[in-house]
């Protein structure tokens, strides 16, 4: 580690071991989507030392996003999320790698290339985009890297992490392996599939309503403390597959936390 690492990360050390942080800036980060989570996510890592981290979204900031994401403010409504996150992770460690893209996961191809050379892949678009979440997966799963998605639900977040190995995201989803991904309609996701478990305080809301926020038809609510356990779920994730510290669970289980329900739960799909 040069003399400008070792001062930045120098308050990780005691919990990471020197090998350990050595290993994570050795680690590539792949992150679709600079929104709600993956914007935080970004700044959660390079943070904790990721010396190499990528960037897609071709969204701008708008005024609803300022509630949550990592990056909007009223001086740069308008502009590309992926590089006004660049230029802030840019502004906290400017040695690192940082590589950012405007454009979106449209073809296979796109895919292929921005899960090349990467150690993880974490796929935090937006609801809907189930064709090209699978197309990410895949690319993924091709090139034997881990890939995962960390959803903002509520006052919680759940954390779905898939081995190259292991289930497919068509699988997880209940979708027929051959699926036609240009057919809307053979790209609708059960519910349960997409929240295994609901909080509390979403009882009211009728299921065709969240069934919509699902396909992305219409906004969801959504707040910063979701986003935020989202973002430290993923990261933490990213910690434990780079390092090896632990078993990674991986899907079918899925990791689940509710601060106002006080829930934490391993659980996994039937």
């Not at 959660?44 to 010396?51: A, H, K, M, Q, T």
């Not at 997880?172 to 599939?193: C, T």
């Not at 973002?231 to 079918?252: F, G, M, Q, Y």
Request: net charge negative; charged share 20%.
């Amino acid at each position: 580690m040069n003399n400008l690492y070792n001062s930045i990360f120098s308050r990780n050390m005691g919990l990471f071991t020197e090998s350990e942080q050595d290993k994570l800036q050795r680690s590539a980060i792949a992150i679709a989507g600079a929104g709600g989570v993956g914007g935080l996510l970004a700044e959660r890592l390079i943070r904790l030392g990721v010396w190499k981290i990528k960037i897609i979204d071709p969204g701008t900031f708008e005024e609803s996003n300022l509630n949550r994401q990592f990056g909007s403010s009223m001086l740069n409504l308008g502009q590309n999320k992926a590089e006004v996150v660049f230029t802030q992770l840019k502004d906290i460690n400017p040695q690192a790698q940082i590589f950012y893209s405007k454009d979106g996961i449209k073809t296979e191809n796109d895919a292929n290339l921005f899960v090349h050379d990467c150690d993880v892949i974490i796929d935090e678009m937006d609801f809907g985009l189930f064709r090209e979440s699978i197309l990410l997966q895949r690319a993924a799963r091709n090139q034997g890297i881990y890939y995962l998605f960390a959803s903002a639900m509520g006052f919680g977040a759940l954390v779905v992490i898939f081995d190259p190995q292991g289930l497919t995201l068509e699988e997880y989803n209940n979708l027929p392996a051959d699926i036609d991904l240009d057919n809307a309609e053979e790209l609708r996701v059960p519910l349960d599939r997409i929240a295994p478990i609901m909080p509390s305080y979403a009882s009211t809301i009728d299921p065709d309503t969240i069934q919509q926020m699902i396909t992305g038809e219409i906004p969801g609510p959504t707040i910063s403390i979701g986003a935020g356990i989202a973002s430290i779920l993923a990261a933490n994730e990213v910690c434990n597959i780079i390092l090896k510290r632990r078993d990674v669970a991986t899907a079918p289980q899925y990791t689940y936390i509710d601060l106002l329900d006080r829930k934490f739960i391993i659980g996994t799909i039937k």
